[in-house]
């Protein structure tokens, strides 16, 4: 199978009642030129994406991901994607993908400027090898946003709880991190309280229960942290969303990031103070999320 794949998809309508998609799909060379140089998503980084994991050609958490993938063409005013056409593309790239860890992405952008429809494609890729970050975890820094909790209520056109094109401060971030000697980074909102990470979900245990940062419009809900929580209860353990101030990471008895790609990746300290390590339980979690799933 092609190690790289790459899928135009010509966007319908919602309420379109077909059943097969196909035609609305066209294959493209992955290496070739593909946009136009009025595209609005390289220029603007006007849209939305999502990325989903791939094992052994199975597509994971298909349904969250399309779920959040309509909630940020939403908040940022682009036609919603029509759900089975999406999953139909998903399957069509997922059948391309080789044996083993591999990559989705899929982009809804609003197109050349001032055209009349959005430009929509998808493309898969092998993915990186995380087996060794995911048996060392990282340590992270904490990170000012600067906004508070509430911002996204207040000023939605921030577009704070879309998933978008316009990842330049999350990049940022990481860079950041590394120059204070870390591997990732914690936002912290301007009032105290604790957001997520650039590219991925934190999960914190106190004790037997596992909490993550209540989603709102400032906080992505990770698709990777509810198929975390589904692993959590099955064994019987207490799980929940809350508000989270910044005061309470230093007492947590473990702390996890977790995206798509990367995993379940351990905390092993933040802003230089050692955190406890759990390793066995982040095997078993990676085992988890290593396995295909819906």
């Known amino acids: 199978m092609a190690q790289r794949f790459a899928l135009i998809i010509a966007p319908v309508d919602t309420a379109d009642p077909r059943d097969d998609f196909s035609e609305t799909f066209t294959v493209i060379d992955p290496d070739a030129p593909a946009l136009s ?53 998903i399957a069509m790239a997922a059948a391309q993908c080789p044996p083993g860890e591999a990559t989705i992405k899929l982009i809804l952008s609003r197109g050349v400027e001032h055209g009349p429809t959005p430009t929509a ?28 909790l509430d911002v996204a209520e207040r000023a939605p056109w921030l577009l704070l709880g879309a998933k978008t094109l316009s990842y330049a ?22 009032d105290g309280f604790v957001l997520e990470a650039p590219t991925a979900s934190l999960i914190l245990r106190y004790g037997d229960r596992f909490v993550t940062p209540a989603p ?3 906080i992505l809900h990770g698709t990777t942290q509810l198929s975390a929580f589904e692993f959590l209860t099955e064994r019987g353990v207490e799980t929940g969303y809350e508000r989270i101030p ?34 066995a339980l982040t095997a078993e979690l990676n085992g988890y999320l290593l396995s295909p799933r819906d």
Do not use: K
């Not at 999502?50 to 005013?77: F, K, M, W, Y």
């Not at 898969?124 to 906004?147: N, Q, W």
């Not at 990471?249 to 990031?257: H, N, R, T």
């Open 246 to 279: 910044a005061s309470a990471l230093g007492e947590a008895d473990a702390a996890w990031l977790v995206s798509s790609v990367r995993l379940a990746v351990a905390v092993t300290a933040i802003d230089g103070h050692p955190l406890p390590v759990d390793a």
């Open 169 to 190: 401060v999350n990049m940022a971030a990481l860079r950041e991190a590394r120059r204070r000697a870390a591997d990732d980074a914690i936002f912290l909102s301007s």
């Open 37 to 89: 140089v009025g595209e609005l998503s390289t220029q603007r980084g006007d849209g939305v994406f999502e990325t989903i994991g791939v094992i052994d050609a199975h597509p994971q958490e298909v349904v969250p991901h399309l779920e959040r993938l309509a909630n940020s063409a939403r908040l940022c005013d682009l036609p919603l994607p029509n759900h089975e056409q999406w999953r139909q593309a």
């Open 216 to 218: 709102s419009g400032g």
């Open 121 to 148: 494609w998808a493309t898969t890729g092998p993915a990186s090898d995380f087996s060794a970050v995911r048996a060392a975890g990282v340590r992270v820094v904490t990170l000012d946003r600067g906004y508070s």
